[in-house]
């Protein structure tokens, strides 16, 4: 499949997309979502990387970069038994790791956000009520999941948040598999820019975006 990328602009965010949402990404995104389809995830990382360098999207980085990944609802998240944005973020890690070895980027997952109360499911909602849904809906924890290209292959630990490097500089771009309204991403950039965390961007691999959704 054609990528065809995007680059949107939603409350200051620019959102970066690989694909449109057609019935076959619909497809391919609810395999890795719902049934953790390791082919299916790993193809929508794939593609979502290939178009991270198709912009520049990282030209700016110079140091380490952070990818903070969207976080699902905590009763899909225990349906399901895995976190999926995770999950997706780890995979491209993985992958733009082995693109860009040897330039001295380094890239970090690092699962921060949560939800602070239940929200509702977004299928059926519409942009306002989607932003209204998503209004102060997460938080910063500072204990939280960390997968490093330093660490290794696959391996995942836990421990503190720590965003200040001495030297250089640090790059937070949110993560998720589909940007509809952008309400979700919006709401997460407010919560870290309260913690005094810079939002770079945001990096999905599907996108129903268009100029009705931005307001």
Not at 114 to 128: C, E, I, M, P
Request: contains cysteine; positive net charge; charged residues 25%.
């Amino acid at each position: 499949m054609q990528l065809d990328v995007k680059t949107q602009k939603r409350d200051g965010l620019q959102i970066l997309s690989s694909l449109p949402y057609t019935p076959q990404v619909s497809r391919v995104i609810l395999a890795a979502k719902e049934d953790n389809n390791l082919i299916a995830r790993n193809w929508l990382a794939q593609v979502m990387q290939k178009a991270v360098f198709v912009t520049k999207f990282l030209a700016t980085a110079t140091s380490e970069i952070i990818l903070v990944p969207i976080p699902s609802r905590s009763t899909a998240n225990r349906s399901r038994g895995y976190l999926h944005t995770q999950l997706l973020a780890e995979s491209l890690v993985r992958k733009l790791s082995a693109t860009v070895e040897g330039e001295g980027i380094k890239f970090r997952v690092s699962n921060i956000l949560v939800h602070t109360h239940r929200v509702r499911d977004q299928t059926k909602l519409s942009a306002f009520a989607r932003s209204r849904n998503m209004h102060d809906s997460m938080k910063v924890i500072a204990n939280s999941r960390i997968y490093s290209s330093r660490l290794g292959d696959g391996e995942l630990r836990k421990q503190m948040y720590e965003p200040i490097l001495i030297e250089g500089k640090v790059n937070h771009f949110l993560i998720d598999d589909l940007v509809t309204t952008g309400s979700t991403l919006a709401a997460a950039k407010r919560t870290l820019m309260n913690h005094g965390i810079e939002v770079t961007g945001a990096i999905c691999a599907a996108s129903r975006l268009d100029s009705r959704d931005f307001f």
